[in-house]
């Protein structure tokens, strides 16, 4: 019995020593081929690779949702809407990124005329800005929508952390380069992470910008315009019926205004004219009149 323990002992031993130094030579040989005359660049783990570290869990990060809206206003002017929308948006720490604007075609300045917007708003500024668009107008409908953007927002933290300590790696793997070789293999491999991660700093900063800055589209068009889609139902067709018909009585109006001088000066000319024509007419009659014809003479008295 007591050989046995000793055999295992010994086996015991011997196999631990074997492990040991495997390890160490693995070790001196994996730091000679970085510092010494190899070429051997190390391969760093990044996010989706098999040997990388999973990244962070989405659900215990702050939430990041971008946020794209559109509201559409009937107004008196859509030109001048369109500029207190822009003062509105401006005065909330947002901007415009787009504004295009259709000249009336109508004779009274306003009909056809449209205008509209694509501004940018401080996503906690959002629901404020929906609501004094009311002032503005009637406004005719309004459609939010969300996109949760935590786990493309985590993924990218975690590529870029990768990327920055595989930079810095390489970064100290060129100081200790001990050949020409070894220093051009590292460059090069630097060259490829530094553009990687250019990228995907990019793709973050755009990222960020959307959640932090909601996109608002913002359409104005005078009133008595039916909203796009059709009015919602029989008070939206309503509204739209009386917008229409108070619409067409101003136009009318205006148009009697402007035909009103005319029609001033055409009865000025009217009467100047028509006047001597009708009073010639009445005397060339009288003028050309036969005598009377005499009385018959008396018949003869036996």
Do not use: K, Y
């Not at 001196?28 to 051997?40: I, N, Q, Y």
């Not at 000249?103 to 800005?129: N, Q, Y």
């Not at 630097?190 to 755009?206: C, D, G, M, P």
């Not at 960020?208 to 029989?234: H, K, M, N, Q, Y």
């Amino acid at each position: 019995m007591s050989r046995f323990l000793g055999t295992a002992a010994a086996t015991l031993a011997l196999a631990l020593l074997v492990g040991c130094t495997g390890s160490s030579g693995a070790e001196s040989g994996s730091a000679d081929g970085g510092a010494g005359g190899g070429a051997v660049v190390p391969e760093f783990a990044t996010p989706g690779d098999p040997g990388a570290a999973p990244a962070d869990d989405a659900t215990g990060a702050d939430r990041q949702v971008v946020t794209t809206a559109t509201a559409a206003l009937a107004v008196e002017d859509p030109a001048e809407g369109a500029q207190r929308v822009s003062e509105l948006v401006e005065s909330v720490g947002g901007r415009v990124e787009e504004r295009t604007e259709q000249a009336a075609s109508g004779a009274d300045g306003v009909e056809g005329a449209v205008a509209e917007l694509v501004v940018r708003v401080p996503a906690a500024a959002l629901t404020g800005v929906l609501t004094d668009l009311e002032d503005l107008g009637d406004v005719a409908n309004v459609s939010v929508s969300h996109s949760d953007v935590t786990t493309t927002v985590v993924d990218l933290d975690a590529r870029i952390s990768a990327l920055r300590t595989a930079v810095a790696r390489l970064q100290a793997l060129m100081d200790d380069a001990a050949s020409t070789e070894a220093l051009l293999a590292a460059e090069e491999a630097l060259s490829e992470r530094q553009e990687e991660l250019e990228s995907l700093l990019s793709r973050r900063a755009l990222l960020a910008d959307r959640v932090e800055l909601s996109r608002l589209r913002v359409i104005l068009e005078p009133f008595g315009v039916a909203p796009p889609g059709g009015p919602d139902g029989f008070l939206d067709g309503l509204g739209t019926g009386w917008r229409a018909l108070a619409s067409t009585a101003g136009s009318i109006v205006v148009v009697l205004g402007i035909l009103l001088p005319w029609g001033a000066v055409a009865a000025l000319v009217a009467g100047a004219v028509l006047v001597p024509v009708r009073r010639a007419r009445r005397g060339a009659p009288a003028a050309a009149a036969p005598p009377p014809a005499p009385p018959p003479p008396a018949p003869p008295q036996g």
